[in-house]
């Protein structure tokens, strides 16, 4: 038996397990949060910027992702290629992701390496050139990404679920976006798109592992000095009720994907960690629910989940589930009886 936890005082051990972090905010409107981990000597390093799929218009659909590609494809002083041998030379890893509500360039280097990162990230977040050239050879790419994800349907199935529940509101929109807008969108107008949503305003700088806060600063500053301050996201933040809808969409595959969703909390509602307790034991492990009763007792299905997704103002609960055709509407009425069980106090 492993007695190191006892090993500490009381006191010691809530030290501990005590996170702490420094925020700054920059003259840009940049904000820098870090926090220092002695024990570590690398540093993960992410560039967030507050705007995602949720804050494209209609002709607007999947700029933001397609704009996430783009930050890879040069700057004025650096290549595609460059960018890419740059962070290899110094062995850090380099990705980006777009979500609903978020846009985030992330890196991990050692510590020595870190002005390196600092300084190709934060040219690549504010100085993209947008070749017409390789807009349209990454256009290309953008759309065979959105192919792929149309051919996976139990990824499919999510986007369908957006829809039925939110309608036209940007939030049930994929983030992957619309083809016809990708496939038309010109160099010009996603400049536009890049310099209005790409402000100090909008980004947040974060840096955790061995790092000093100050020094942080200072070289985020000395990079993002010249960045426009621009406006904060303009969200609303009431709740919107999810419409009551079914929708079936018939394509040829070896399973019924089934996704149901309903109203879920915010992401800084008061209950939300409640919420979070709720949908591991409906679906989110192999102990769940949804998993022992459906999957281990009746072998209906491989995969069966609960998810849930909060956002600023707005969130929602989901369930997925794969099985036959045969069985969907089966697995559909299991699902709503275990919905309608009250948990025990043994399961809580």
């Keep these: 038996m492993d007695g190191s936890a006892s090993s500490f005082p009381r006191s010691e051990r809530l030290m501990a397990q005590q996170q702490t972090f420094k925020r700054t905010e920059l003259h840009s409107g940049v904000r820098v949060l870090s926090e220092r981990m002695s024990e570590v000597k690398s540093i993960s390093l992410g560039v967030w910027i507050d705007s995602g799929s ?5 002709d607007e659909q999947g700029l933001s992702h397609f704009l996430e590609h783009m930050l890879f494809k040069g700057t004025p002083r650096l290549s ?3 960018i890419a041998e740059a962070f290899d030379c110094i062995g850090a890893d380099i990705n980006a992701a777009t979500g609903r509500e978020h846009t985030s360039i992330y890196s991990r280097m050692l510590q020595e390496h870190l002005p390196r990162a600092i300084e190709i990230v934060m040219e690549m977040a504010q ?3 947008l070749d017409p050239e390789e807009l349209n050879s990454e256009r290309q790419v953008v759309l065979e990404e959105i192919n792929m994800h149309n051919d996976s349907p139990d990824e499919l199935v999510h986007d369908h679920l957006g829809f039925a529940m939110w309608g036209e509101n940007p939030i049930g929109h994929s983030v992957l976006g619309d083809s016809d807008v990708i ?3 010109d160099a010009k107008f996603f400049r536009e798109f890049y310099r209005r949503n790409y402000v100090g305003s909008r980004v947040v700088v974060t840096a955790c592992g061995a790092v000093d806060h100050e020094h942080l600063c200072d070289m985020v500053e000395e990079h993002m000095r010249d960045l426009a301050p621009g406006a904060p996201q303009n969200r609303s933040l009431a709740m919107d009720t999810p419409l009551t809808s079914v929708r079936i969409v018939e394509k040829e595959t070896e399973q019924a994907h089934i996704a149901i ?3 879920g909390l915010p992401k800084r509602h008061p209950d939300r960690f ?3 307790i709720v949908d591991n034991l409906l679906g989110g492990s192999m102990s769940s629910r949804l998993f022992q009763r459906i999957r281990e007792q009746l072998g209906l299905v491989y995969s069966i989940y609960s998810y849930s997704a909060l956002f600023i103002g707005i969130g929602m609960v989901g369930i997925y589930a794969g099985t036959h055709p045969s069985q969907a509407a089966r697995v559909i009425s299991l699902i ?3 919905l309608a069980t009250d948990e025990s106090s043994h399961e809580l």
Excluded at 54 to 58: F, G
């Design 80 to 82: 595609a290629l460059e």
């Design 261 to 263: 969703g309903g109203k």
């Design 127 to 129: 100085h993209s050139v």
């Design 274 to 276: 409640a919420l979070l």
């Design 336 to 338: 709503e009886e275990e």
């Design 54 to 58: 949720r804050d494209e218009s209609l």
């Design 183 to 185: 496939k038309t969108v």
